[in-house]
């Protein structure tokens, strides 16, 4: 390939994708039926502090099927892995207050009962963007909900920054 057949089809498609062109709409704290962390009725200061984030995948699940003497792959469905992203905290903690607060619609800390999957789970939306700030790849995480929020960790580092870390489960992506 020539170099200019792969500078032609880079500008067909309209420059490469960068992973720091995106952005990501939660649910709203009031839409979950938990006390509102940000002092809004919004999620926009979740969005915002949200520094790395993940499209899904999904694997194609096969089982061997032998005709005579040959072996050939077979589907029979798929799995999605859970999706993690990583947020900013402030200092009143409103971060991870949301995360904790999502968690316990899903099992509650005071009378450890599991609620059904429609009270909690929520679509999450994750969308690739190009230069100029346009959405390029939309995904939806169908009926998303937190499986995990990961230890902070707390060290001596002067200039270091909180993070959460979480893991979403999903049914399905589109």
Same mark, same amino acid.
């Given at each position: 390939?020539?170099?200019?057949?792969?500078?032609?089809?880079?500008?067909?498609?309209?420059?490469?994708?960068?992973p720091n062109l995106w952005r990501i709409y939660l649910p709203n704290a009031s839409s979950l039926g938990?006390?509102?962390?940000?002092?809004?009725?919004?999620?926009?200061?979740?969005?915002?502090?949200?520094?790395?984030?993940?499209?899904? /995948?999904? !694997?194609?699940?096969?089982?061997? &099927?032998?005709?005579?003497?040959?072996?050939? #792959?077979?589907? @029979?469905?798929?799995? $999605?892995?859970?999706?993690?992203?990583?947020?900013?905290?402030?200092?009143?903690?409103?971060?991870?207050?949301?995360?904790? /607060?999502? !968690?316990?619609?899903?099992?509650? &800390?005071?009378?450890?009962?599991?609620?059904? #999957?429609?009270? @909690?789970?929520?679509? $999450?939306?994750?969308?690739?963007?190009?230069?100029?700030?346009?959405?390029?790849?939309?995904?939806?995480?169908?009926?998303?909900?937190?499986?995990?929020?990961?230890?902070?960790?707390?060290?001596?580092?002067?200039?270091?920054?909180?993070?959460?870390?979480?893991?979403?489960?999903?049914?399905d992506w589109r």
């Amino acid at each position: 390939m020539k170099i200019e057949e792969f500078k032609a089809a880079i500008g067909k498609g309209r420059g490469l994708a960068r992973p720091n062109l995106w952005r990501i709409y939660l649910p709203n704290a009031s839409s979950l039926g938990i006390a509102d962390p940000f002092a809004e009725r919004d999620s926009k200061t979740l969005d915002l502090m949200c520094n790395a984030a993940q499209l899904p /995948g999904r !694997q194609i699940t096969t089982n061997e &099927r032998m005709y005579g003497m040959k072996s050939e #792959k077979m589907p @029979y469905g798929y799995i $999605v892995d859970d999706v993690s992203l990583t947020f900013y905290d402030n200092n009143d903690y409103s971060i991870k207050r949301y995360w904790d /607060g999502w !968690q316990d619609k899903i099992i509650s &800390r005071n009378v450890y009962e599991v609620k059904y #999957k429609n009270e @909690y789970a929520r679509e $999450v939306t994750i969308q690739q963007l190009d230069h100029q700030g346009r959405e390029v790849y939309t995904c939806v995480l169908s009926e998303a909900f937190p499986t995990t929020v990961n230890v902070i960790e707390l060290n001596n580092d002067q200039d270091g920054l909180v993070q959460v870390n979480v893991q979403l489960a999903f049914t399905d992506w589109r």
